[in-house]
């Protein structure tokens, strides 16, 4: 079955930087576009970064030239390397992917102190 394990949230002070995994499993990592996510307490859950199977990305235009998504096929990981963060930053992060179905992680938390 399709896993996905999010690591590395962790308590960060404002401009620090984190690095995001999202390992995957139970289906060919390398032929599915694979995305991160983002939900902050009272709000939606929002888009953060795409990357696809040719490795073509996206971003929201709130962390474009900060986060920067990436992906290791041999090791089935997708990474959000976040730089300059700040406090709006602050979010569980989820890795998603879709298979016919609609898969997500278990989230990982980021904050981020003032």
């Known amino acids: 079955q399709v896993q996905l394990v999010e690591s590395g949230g962790d308590l960060v002070q404002l401009g620090g930087s984190l690095r995001l995994s999202c390992a995957a499993s139970?289906?060919?990592?390398?032929?599915?576009?694979m995305s991160w996510y983002r939900q902050a307490p009272g709000k939606q859950r929002e888009l953060v970064a795409t990357?696809?199977?040719?490795?073509?990305?996206n971003y929201a235009d709130s962390v474009k030239g900060r986060f920067t998504i990436s992906r290791d096929n041999a090791k089935s990981t997708v990474y959000l390397q976040m730089h300059r963060l700040k406090p709006e930053d602050t979010a569980v992060y989820y890795c998603?992917?879709?298979?016919?179905?609609?898969?997500w992680g278990q989230g990982t938390q980021v904050t981020v102190s003032s």
């Open positions: 139970g289906f060919t990592f390398s032929s599915y576009a």
């Open positions: 998603y992917t879709n298979i016919i179905n609609n898969y």
């Open positions: 990357i696809t199977s040719r490795r073509n990305t």
